[in-house]
């Protein structure tokens, strides 16, 4: 190899090198600091391309979860207030099988009277009441079916059934002039009071039913949330025990270019012991 102060071979092969060790130091330094292997589409398009699909389906889940925990709270809500109107027929049918007794005095049967017409507006306010978030399944405020969102690409939906158990609808029958203050009228309504518990315990079952069928759902776009996350997760994330073990590796080999490069500047100076007299 000859002597030449103009191209000193060496010294660019070592800064190539230094440099070559410099840009994985900074890709190490890179994934160690985000905690991703894949960071950026410059790093794998293909990966990284997935990867953003994946997370974009993810950010729709969480819609998902939020709207069906929507659909729990309603649910929730609404059972708790369809019970509670189960319970209150149960204590109108006492009131209406005591008023049924002929030996009553008049002044007794008010006394029923004024106790079952205080549990009928008790059932009223809690049907007014059994609302969540402005939407109320019992009190025939609304006129279709509550739809919330199902998948990723709201596609499909699940839902929950309007159940009207306002009086004088179809599955309660009673009515706020309803009176049990003789017999006859006690009859009457004792035959509708059965028909109408039979009929709100069938539609505060369907409820349970329904919210039994979003509690699962939100259970399985729960786990499939967490799979997507883990499935980002192996394409993407950083072993960060080899980014340490590169790390030092790395350090040692720049330490070393470094002084390869130093050493490399330093042969031309031979040159000059050449020309010494």
Known sequence: MSLSVNTNQPALIALQNLNKTNDDMQGVQTRI??????????????????????????????????????????ADVALAAGESISDLLSLMREK???AKDSSLTTKSRQALNADFQGLVKNLTQVLSSASFD?????????????????????????TLNL???????????????????????????????DAT???????VGNIGTQAKQVEAHHSFVSRLSDVLETGVGNLVD??????SA??????VKQQLGAQALSIANSAPQIILKLFNG
Request: hydrophobic residues 50%.
């Open 96 to 98: 209406v099988v005591a």
């Open 246 to 251: 590169r790390l030092q590796a790395l350090q």
């Open 163 to 193: 159940q009207n158990l306002s009086l004088g609808g179809t599955i309660n029958t009673l009515t706020a002039t309803d009176d049990i203050l003789d017999i006859a009228n006690a009859t009457n309504v004792l035959t509708r009071l």
């Open 197 to 203: 518990m039979g009929a709100v315990n069938q539609a």
């Open 33 to 74: 600091n985000t905690g991703l292997t894949v960071s950026s589409a410059k790093d794998n398009a293909a990966v990284w391309s997935i990867a953003q699909e994946q997370r974009a389906d993810m950010n729709a889940l969480s819609a998902v979860k939020m709207s069906l925990d929507r659909a729990t709270s309603i």
């Open 238 to 243: 950083a072993d960060l025990a080899k980014e």
């Open 134 to 158: 402005g939407a109320n399944l019992l009190n025939g405020s609304l006129s279709v079916d509550v739809s919330f969102l199902a998948d990723a690409d709201a596609g499909t939906a699940i």
